[in-house]
Nanobody
Framework: QGQLVESGGGLVQAGGSLRLSCVASGRTFSSDAMGWFRQVPGKEREFVAA????????YYADSVKGRFFISRRNAKNTVYLQMNSLKPEDTAVYYCAADRSFNTIVLTRTPGYWGQGTQVTVSS
């Protein structure tokens, strides 16, 4: 069993920045690929970013490329999502995810582990 807990969400004005954190526990997440997804009411969950187990491999959705940056610190069992130049359309609940396979997160978008989500609201 494993658990992912997100934090760092909140209300920010357009153009501002937020950093989300996701702390993992209960299993060896340092060997997992990690990712971030987001969801707004009435829409499917959307892939945002992924990072390989060592941090050397990353992948981003086109909508956030150049504005969002994913990183991790395995010694702290934590993955981060630095979000810059935020737009109102970035408003969503952001979910942390983990899976043994980087491609599962990026291609199938069905990771084995999910966090409970943290709300990000960007005002115009």
């Amino acid at each position: 069993q494993g658990q992912l807990v997100e934090s760092g969400g909140g209300l920010v004005q357009a153009g501002g920045s937020l950093r989300l954190s996701c702390v993992a526990s209960g299993r060896t997440f340092s060997s997992d690929a990690m990712g971030w997804f987001r969801q707004v009411p009435g829409k499917e969950r959307e892939f945002v970013a992924a990072i390989g187990w060592s941090g050397g491999r990353t992948y981003y959705a086109d909508s956030v490329k150049g504005r969002f940056f994913i990183s991790r610190r395995n010694a702290k069992n934590t993955v981060y999502l630095q979000m810059n130049s935020l737009k109102p359309e970035d408003t969503a609940v952001y979910y942390c995810a983990a899976d043994r396979s980087f491609n599962t997160i990026v291609l199938t978008r069905t990771p084995g582990y999910w966090g409970q989500g943290t709300q990000v609201t960007v005002s115009s």
